[in-house]
């Protein structure tokens, strides 16, 4: 997003003190108090899953918050219970090369995870100049940012080691797909029309370097085309206003950056 929030969204407004709207975001302990039922625990969220270094947790501890960092946050290395513990060194490692070894050198610190680290996340970002989100084709990688939100949200992803439903594709929405192996084939698809990257909508690819500016055949739909990682001005950590994405709006905007035919 040019000149506002960054790229992870901003925790305001999830924050106690601010007016928040627990429903925004991810309530971090610290920053706001633990959501009610059923918002308690993940949505989605199955037990046991593999996960860089490890298994997750068997079921998320009714005492737990969710934190920054550790088995209960995203951040880290997730096998280890204490947030600090589980980044400690990783600010002082080169992390010129992101190849997901070390938590040092995982996209964010978000351990195995591939990508491109903008430098300022996203203060200032253009089309050719941005966050380079790791995706996969075919549902079948560890490294993306899509897997990692899955490690909480298994239900949610179609991914072997997580768990996602393959009968129900609306469970939720299909993550690391390629448009390349959408129903019917990607030309003459309604996709095929999104042609530039959109900061609003931004997609995943297999490589990324975060100087994409195209849009084309192997891109790949990801949790966070969608979602904020971290809180955001709209319901559910949406990335628009999902009320006011509608078909036939005429806009190429919001589902319809995609799903481009339902605009008109
Ligand atoms: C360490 C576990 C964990 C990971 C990893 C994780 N989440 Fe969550 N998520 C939670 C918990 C716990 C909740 C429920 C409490 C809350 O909303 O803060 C939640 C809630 C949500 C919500 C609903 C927010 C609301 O209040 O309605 C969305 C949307 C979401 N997560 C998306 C994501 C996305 C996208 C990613 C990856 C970038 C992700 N999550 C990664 C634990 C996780
Ligand atoms: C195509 C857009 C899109 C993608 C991609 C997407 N979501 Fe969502 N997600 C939504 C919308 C819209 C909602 C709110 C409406 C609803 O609950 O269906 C939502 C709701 C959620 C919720 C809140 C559910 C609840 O019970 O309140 C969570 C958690 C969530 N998404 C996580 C994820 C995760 C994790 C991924 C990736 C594996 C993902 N989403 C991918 C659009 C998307
Ligand atoms: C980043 C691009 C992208 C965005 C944004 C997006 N979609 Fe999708 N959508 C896809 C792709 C790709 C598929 C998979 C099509 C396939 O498998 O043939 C899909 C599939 C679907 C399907 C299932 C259609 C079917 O026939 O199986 C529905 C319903 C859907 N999307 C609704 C939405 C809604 C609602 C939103 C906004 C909340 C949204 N999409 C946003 C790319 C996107």
Redesign the pocket.
Known sequence: MVGGDLAGGNFYY?ADGYNPD???????GGI?L??LPP?????GFIGSVIIPGGTGPFQ?DQTKQ?TCAGT???HGD?TIADPLQSISGAHHTDDSVIDGSTVGTSYRFLYGIKGKEHKTWEYQATANNHNGYKGDGNYSSMET??Y??G???GAYHLHQNLGGKTSDVWVRHPVDISFSVVKGGYTGSEYQKYTNYSLDTPIAYINPTGMETTVDVNSIVM??SC???HASNY????RWDYSKVFVGNGAQTGCLTCHADKAK
């Open positions: 999830v627990y429903s925004k975001g991810h309530n971090v706001s633990r959501e918002k308690d625990v993940p949505p998320w969710l209960w946050g995203c997730r940012i899509s990692l939100c490690e909480c949200h949790c966070l979602h904020r990682a319901q559910s950590m949406l």
